[in-house]
């Protein structure tokens, strides 16, 4: 007698464990392969583009911290950047090279909670999350040193920074740039890189190649794992990232141990670019002056940053009022997420939590 | 009479060294009050099992705190702190919280097999730690198969896990009893063949007489049978349900496997058997491998279960710690693992030992020649594996070419011209 089996449909979210916020996945499982997803979002849809039409530009900046809520600072960067794009503001050096150092501090923090939630997703006990945390903390204690915030920051302004560093800032960025993450970063190198274990869970787990990566307009970590050499910083630097020296990493297979190599390489060159910042920093001041109700004139402006998780940008639209007429975000946690289902359909249960792990998604910027 | 038990035990209070003599204490004032025969064994036995049952309560009291600290220590955190000196009371507040919720149950579920799974799973444990030997003469059940007892108790545990998941009526729950299936299949077989090393070297599957073993060779089992010690710990884990073979539980993948329907002290009861389990197997592990009670000259001046206890948390420490450390195999990876390396293994040392077993019975060789011979084939036998399944596990990622590329000049596309009519195009140079 043939045995009969249908595939079963498991949620894996909105509540679970390991997916990251309250993104859905309705997987259709045959025994522990999966045979179609279903990618359900929109969970932690505020309406945010719709509700900043009614809101001047300045008082939209903290939405761009509640999008992506682990990387605020360049949130704030790319809206302030389409702004001051449609409005034509001229920025004082002193704030673009504020905002380069305090992009890089996000990217570091952020990176680090994607590289020890994924080593979560392959199941470690909670250990790599908790080191990253750690480390995490200790850029967190800067932003709170400038801005008062850790989480959402709402430091960048139209026209410069919000504030300017406190006396004590320097001498702690110094001990963290150059005493501290060094040797943590190396630590990770020398617990995660090779760690057999996760070589098993994560090579070939999840592979995004060149084709899938275009096709998708896959950015940061995932676009750069699949071999192709991108970084909006160094294609359209914004800011003053074309007076810095750094290297982009990129990955040969595309699969979710070379984004983990690349986030940990990503934020050793973070280090680099804020150490060539902090060296170059001149005086003067932090802000221009604009008037809190910034009336740009009518038209659009698109901008475009390199956040931790891609490229994101900001498509701003003015009619001249005091309030944005149109406000769209290309979220990149969104357009990576496109390809999840080309990735996990064929792959068991535990190689889909870590291929979703490995994408470095923030349900607060997907849903917006 | 209860007075006449009093005095016996506050006039031997200083004899802690082999608490057996109590029986005969109590075997003698039986005696001379003519009681009847069974009554000595009624007394004895009773007392033996409230000793054992209140030890298993109170370690999966104090491992909630063990672990918590001890893993919170290992992940940069300070661990419970807040409750009591060095968060002692944890445990309390712990328990306090389960008992306070609600039980819950699936309207689909099979009452009884989910209400009975709970209290399966905390049984074999308890059965476990009556045929382990505390001290020279303290074995409450001494039974002459006694490895053979241990093995048929403890797959008991999985049956358990089995009945949760599969009366749950839920997806992850089954899940995680289908996982727990198919490990049971595959692990016990490596336990099995790796704890028939230690039989045959030893002759007995009594395990106070492998304990006597030990003590009269003067090597404990894990220099003698370091391959087989390492197949049964990784296997052991596996069993165990912990990390890195936590897969029937898997959190990030299956929630909470096959107690995720389970609430309230329902699950109070599955949370302290894992704990229970750990320390019965670090129990097993430290007699078989570790020379239970015994410790060279140790024993003469320290009471034999106290080193016993002391070697049980050091295997349990040895648990946290992986626990803490690795990450977790996917299912396909531990059975390939199981089958194709442990299991091979695990039959390679049995014949191994076979035939050193079989040369010391036929040479008559003196055992201060054999003993130390064993231990260098043998320790040089696991390292030689260990090292060479190292290396067959290299070259699978050998294909993949590691590094990562670096660019400090990326090409772009050109771009169509801007609003002001400068063209944004070419390599841009950095």
């Not at chain 1, 390809?339 to 889909?352: F, N, S, W």
């Not at chain 2, 672990?67 to 992940?75: A, F, I, P, T």
Request: with cysteine; glycine share 8%.
């Amino acid at each position: 007698m043939p045995i009969k089996s249908e595939p079963v449909e498991v949620n894996i979210g909105p509540q679970h464990p390991s997916t990251h916020g309250v993104f859905r996945m309705v997987a259709r499982i045959d025994g522990e392969r999966i045979v179609d997803v279903k990618m359900v979002v929109g969970y932690l849809h505020r309406s945010m583009e719709k509700l900043a039409e009614e809101r001047t530009f300045t008082q939209n900046i903290p939405f761009t911290d509640r999008m992506d809520y682990l990387a605020a600072m360049t949130g704030n960067l790319g809206y302030c950047l389409s702004v001051e794009k449609l409005a034509g503001i001229e920025v004082p050096e002193r704030a673009q090279y504020l905002r380069v150092i305090f992009s890089e501090l996000q990217r570091i923090a952020s990176h680090c909670m994607a590289t020890g939630a994924f080593i979560n997703d392959c199941g470690a006990w909670q250990t790599p999350v908790m080191y990253c945390f750690r480390d995490r903390e200790k850029v967190l204690d800067l932003f709170e040193m400038t801005c008062g915030a850790r989480l959402t920051t709402n430091y960048m302004r139209i026209g410069g920074v919000a504030f300017d560093i406190p006396d004590e800032f320097l001498p702690a960025l110094d001990r963290l740039v150059n005493d501290d993450l060094p040797y943590r970063f190396e630590e990770y190198e020398q617990l995660l890189v090779g760690n057999e274990i996760i070589m098993m869970r994560a090579r070939d787990v999840g592979v995004v190649t060149p084709e899938m990566a275009i096709n998708a307009s896959l950015t940061g970590p995932m676009l750069r794992s699949a071999g192709i050499a991108w970084d909006t910083r160094k294609a359209d630097p914004y800011c003053v990232y074309d007076r810095m020296t750094f290297d982009i990493p990129v990955g040969y297979n595309g699969d979710a141990y070379d984004r983990m190599l690349i986030r940990i390489e990503e934020m050793k060159q973070s280090l680099r670019i804020i150490r060539q910042a902090v060296h170059q920093l001149p005086d003067g001041p932090h802000k221009t002056d604009v008037p809190l109700a910034i009336r740009p004139p009518a038209g659009e402006a698109y901008s475009r940053v390199e956040s931790p998780k891609g490229e994101l940008g900001f498509y701003v639209v003015s009619d001249g009022g005091p309030a944005p007429y149109r406000w769209h975000v290309r979220a990149p946690s969104l357009i990576n997420l496109s390809v999840l289902k080309e990735m996990t359909v064929g792959q068991t249960i535990a190689d889909a939590i870590v291929t979703l792990g490995s994408i470095d998604i923030n349900v607060g910027e997907l849903d917006r | 009479m209860i007075m006449a038990l009093l005095t016996i035990i506050t006039d031997n209070w200083w004899d802690i060294r082999d608490l057996s003599n109590l029986s005969h204490e109590i075997e003698k004032l039986i005696g001379d009050a003519n009681g009847p025969a069974w009554l000595i064994y009624v007394v004895s036995g009773l007392l033996g099992a409230i000793g054992i049952v209140s030890f298993i309560g109170g370690v999966a009291v104090i491992n909630i705190w063990v672990e918590r600290r001890v893993v919170g220590r290992m992940q940069s955190r300070l661990g419970p702190n807040r409750l009591g000196p060095f968060g002692l009371l944890q445990p309390v507040a712990d328990a306090i919280k389960l008992m306070q919720k609600e039980v819950l149950m699936p309207g689909t579920a099979s009452g009884l097999i989910f209400t009975a799974a709970p209290i399966m799973f905390t049984v074999p444990g308890i059965l476990l730690m009556a045929v382990l030997p505390w001290g020279r003469n303290m074995t409450l059940a001494s039974l002459d198969v006694g490895v053979l007892f241990l093995l048929a108790a403890s797959s008991l545990a999985a049956l358990a896990v089995f009945m949760a998941g599969y009366s749950s009526d839920n997806k992850y729950a089954l899940f995680g009893s289908m996982r727990v299936i198919a490990m049971l299949v595959s692990y016990e077989i490596p336990i099995v063949i790796s704890l028939l090393g230690v039989v045959l070297f030893a002759g007995t599957m009594d395990l106070q007489g492998i304990v006597l073993f030990q003590e009269k060779y003067w090597a404990f089992m894990i220099l003698l049978q370091p391959l087989a010690f390492f197949i049964y710990f990784i296997s052991v884990s596996a069993e165990l349900n912990r990390t890195p073979a936590d897969i029937a539980e898997a959190e990030s993948e299956i929630v909470g496997g096959y107690h995720t329907e389970y609430s309230g002290m329902k699950f109070g009861l599955f949370y302290a058997a894992e704990l229970i389990n750990a320390v019965v197997v670090s129990a097993i592990i430290s007699t078989l491998f570790l020379g239970g009670w015994w410790a060279y000259k140790l024993d003469e001046i320290v009471p034999g279960w106290m080193i016993y206890i002391g070697k049980i948390y050091g295997v349990y420490f040895l648990f946290v710690w992986t626990r803490g450390t690795l990450p977790r195999f996917r299912i396909d990876q531990l059975l390939a693992f199981a089958w194709k390396w442990m299991t091979p293994m695990a039959i390679l040392n049995l014949i191994l030992v076979a035939a050193e077993v079989l040369v010391w019975d036929e040479s008559g060789w003196s055992a201060g020649v054999m003993i130390p011979a064993f231990v260098v084939i043998n320790g040089t036998l696991a390292i030689a594996t260990v090292y060479a399944f190292m290396r067959l596990l290299a070259p699978k990622f050998e294909r993949f070419p590691t590094a990562l590329r670096f660019y400090s000049n990326i090409d772009v596309p050109s771009l169509p011209a801007t609003a002001d009519g400068a063209a944004r195009a070419g390599t841009q140079t950095v």
